[in-house]
């Protein structure tokens, strides 16, 4: 069975690259991810500077689970050189 919902409106923004309306955003900053870098102590010394740059985040907009329905969601990743003595 097939459930309809009313059409909603969603845009992006090619500015800050963020869809509205979206149900969950998230910020991936380099804390949450330094043990997956091939050299954590570049990362480490790096917070220890006081930042926690983000390497990147995503919005995501959900629909019902039901067939027909269509979930996506914007990743964007932000460039950038992850080594000792840069950010």
Not at 21 to 50: C, H, N, T
Request: glycine share 8%.
């Amino acid at each position: 069975m097939t459930s309809t919902f009313k059409p909603e409106l969603v845009t992006f923004d090619l500015k800050t690259y963020v869809m509205q309306p979206f149900r969950m955003g998230r910020q991936v900053k380099l804390g949450d991810l330094k043990e997956y870098f091939s050299d954590p102590e570049a990362a480490a010394q790096i917070l220890s500077g006081g930042k926690n740059p983000i390497i990147y985040e995503y919005y995501e907009y959900t629909t019902p689970e039901t067939e027909g329905h269509l979930t996506f969601g914007v990743t964007t990743i932000y460039r950038g050189k992850w080594e000792r003595n840069t950010i």
